[in-house]
């Protein structure tokens, strides 16, 4: 393409799954695309706190941009899972229902899901649903059995869609909050960040929960995103066969209630929640909160082993009053594009979110295809040893003793695993981020023994970062106040 002036045609503001699946998408052109995200890393949001399933798309109403794209997002996932090397699981899901009076809300279900285009969904009965899953509640009577449903690494899918964009051309960059966005007089848009003044033809706002704010800054009409948190329990592994597909109760107008779910990981899950709060950063739990989940996953499953909870955590849903995804060129601000209220099952429709508003962006700036062959489709991932067996695991230390000393003891993860996580493209820079790449800290001991130790390998494999700025979860969340034997000797020559 010809110089524009601009530093580039497209800044995506975001990078959770659907602005990363947008990123990925526009790699395929010509056109030159950076990423903005406020936090350290990918995958900070919305993105990083969900349930993890692949929803089948019957709840969405019919007609629904959330029905099209959930349908879309659940039959690519698995093809791009398989070019991109991040786990997803058909493991199918069941909408219990409890009582005889409400069996006419399972048929609706399955009515709407047929119009959806969701295929090969099933009204079971009780004996069926028990023979499925022997801890299912005694006072099920039936169910809604979605085999196309499953469950997926949120995480994974997030930095594997990252990677890839960023292979092929695409630029990230962090601790980046927008500030500001000008309207300039030769079209085109000026971005006001803590890093510096960015200049483009295309914004793509990808923003979660603060999509509001970036969208209220150029258009006319007015956005408002109300934080909707969900908050979860985590179960250890040993809870993690208690149910062997995710059970739903029927939903409400709050959403699809709580569920109990294995995860990729081996745990079980169970929450969510539904609360709309104000606070865009209010991820805490609550007593009260964490008392519903324990209540509520009762009522389709028994003897859940809540004895066995590891962690306990809350993500937020970028919620609008409409319940509807927000995708298109808005029309008082030329070439500003949302992909704004992006909530549950946006996870799910990620891959098909990326294809519409890279479809939607291409269209507008008239990019190319890259030339056959130039566009990198595939990924390969981080190695998990809980996938290999000894032998091939001994293979892997023949060619890096790394592989060789565990780090992460609940979860296996090697310092070949955290080295590897640190240097790819896009790669980690925080406790976290290790953790979101690797599994590390995500076991039973919640980081207790391999925390020292990842550290060493930050600061160690990153140049400009040392054991005292090493972090959590990017500045602010530092580990280290000050060197304990430093202030012993000045205090004895005091």
């Known amino acids: 393409m010809q110089d524009s002036g601009f530093q580039y045609d497209v800044v995506i503001i975001g990078a959770g799954v659907s602005g990363c699946a947008t990123a990925r998408e526009l790699a395929k052109t010509n056109g030159s695309v950076c990423v903005l995200e406020r936090e350290d890393d990918v995958c900070c949001g919305t993105s990083k706190a969900n349930s993890a399933i692949v929803h089948a798309g019957y709840d969405a109403m019919t007609g629904s941009l959330m029905a099209r794209l959930n349908v879309e997002g659940n039959a690519l996932m698995h093809e791009l899972a398989k070019k991109l090397n991040f786990t997803v699981k058909n493991i199918g899901s069941l909408v219990v229902c409890t009582s005889e009076r409400d069996v006419d809300g399972l048929h609706e279900l399955f009515a709407r899901g047929v119009a959806n285009g969701v295929p090969d969904l099933q009204v079971i009965d009780r004996d069926t649903l028990r023979?499925?899953?022997?801890?299912?509640?005694?006072?099920?009577?039936?169910?809604?059995?979605?085999?196309?449903?499953?469950?997926?690494?949120?995480?994974?899918?997030?930095?594997?869609?990252?990677?890839?964009?960023?292979?092929?051309?695409?630029?990230?960059?962090?601790?980046?909050?927008?500030?500001?966005?000008?309207?300039?007089?030769?079209?085109?848009?000026?971005?006001?960040?803590?890093?510096?003044?960015?200049?483009?033809?295309?914004?793509?706002?990808?923003?979660?929960?603060?999509?509001?704010?970036?969208?209220?800054?150029v258009c006319e009409d007015k956005l408002k995103i109300v934080p909707r948190r969900g908050q979860y329990m985590l179960l250890d592994t040993t809870a993690g066969s208690h149910v062997h597909h995710v059970v739903f109760a029927l939903p409400s107008k709050m959403g699809k209630g709580v569920l109990v779910s294995p995860t990729i990981h081996g745990n079980l899950i169970v929450g969510p929640t539904a609360e709309d709060i104000r606070d865009k950063e209010g991820t805490d739990t609550t007593a009260a909160g964490l008392s519903e989940v324990a209540e509520k996953c009762g009522i389709t499953v028994v003897d859940v082993p809540l004895r066995e909870v590891i962690t306990s955590f809350s993500g937020l849903r970028a919620h609008r009053a409409e319940h509807e995804f927000l995708i298109g060129e808005n029309p008082s601000a030329p070439g500003f594009v949302d992909c704004s209220a992006i909530e549950s099952p946006g996870l799910t429709a990620s891959p098909a979110i990326g294809r519409m508003v890279a479809g939607i962006v291409t269209d507008i700036l008239g990019l190319e295809e890259r030339p056959a062959g130039e566009f990198v489709e595939t990924r390969e991932g981080i190695p998990n040893m809980n996938d290999l067996s000894f032998e091939q695991w001994g293979k892997l230390c023949e060619k890096n003793p790394l592989y060789g000393r565990v780090i992460c003891r609940c979860c296996h993860v090697s310092e070949a695993q955290i080295v590897d996580a640190i240097h790819r493209p896009v790669g980690a820079r925080s406790l976290d981020g290790v953790k979101r790449r690797t599994g590390a800290c995500m076991g039973r001991c919640q980081a207790g023994f391999c925390t020292p130790k990842i550290m060493e390998a930050l600061s160690r494999e990153l140049p400009d970062v040392s054991m005292e700025n090493v972090t959590k979860s990017g500045p602010g969340s530092e580990f280290i106040e000050g060197h304990a034997k430093d202030a012993i000797v000045e205090e004895a020559h005091a």
Request: proline letters at 8%.
């Open 131 to 217: 023979s499925m899953e022997p801890n299912i509640s005694p006072s099920a009577v039936g169910a809604l059995w979605a085999p196309t449903a499953g469950i997926v690494d949120p995480f994974g899918l997030n930095v594997a869609l990252a990677e890839n964009a960023a292979t092929n051309g695409v630029r990230f960059v962090f601790d980046a909050p927008v500030m500001a966005i000008e309207r300039l007089p030769q079209g085109g848009y000026a971005l006001d960040t803590p890093r510096g003044r960015l200049t483009c033809r295309c914004v793509v706002n990808a923003a979660g929960v603060y999509a509001d704010q970036i969208h209220n800054m």
